[in-house]
């Protein structure tokens, strides 16, 4: 299996910039989709960003589109969501996750993603 831990998360105000890392351990992650997802207080669980790992193809939620951008490094087999002009609308739980699954379209919901993280908080005050 994979293991996936967060960090980067932290508290800071609207327009400023954080970067989240997902470092994986396990299997090969060659023909993995590796995917960003946030909660916040009373919400359900939302897609962000998704990423896969061989050719890097990304895809993202609208309303992080321009803002956000989901990356990968292959030698450290870690996963990145920089994220720029923060709204407090982002602030939650952020989540790495991985689909093992080899799928004609990127994966955007929950139950394709069979590995979780921890989660990272982010607060974003206006």
């Known amino acids: 299996q994979v293991q996936l831990i967060e960090s980067g998360g932290g508290s800071v105000q609207a327009g400023d910039s954080l970067s989240l890392s997902c470092a994986a351990s396990g299997r090969t992650l060659s023909s993995y989709t590796m995917g960003w997802f946030r909660q916040a207080p009373g919400k359900e669980r939302e897609f962000v960003a998704a990423?896969?790992?061989?050719?890097?193809?990304?895809g993202y939620r609208d309303s992080v589109k321009g803002r956000f951008t989901i990356s990968r490094d292959i030698a450290k087999r870690t996963a990145y969501l920089q994220m720029n002009s923060l709204k407090p609308d982002d602030t939650g739980v952020y989540y790495c996750?991985?689909?093992?699954?080899?799928?004609?379209?990127?994966?955007?919901?929950?139950?394709?993603?069979?590995?979780w993280g921890q989660g990272t908080q982010v607060t974003v005050s206006s």
């Open positions: 996750a991985a689909d093992p699954v080899f799928r004609p379209e990127l994966s955007t919901t929950l139950g394709a993603y069979d590995y």
């Open positions: 990423i896969r790992w061989s050719s890097g193809r990304t």
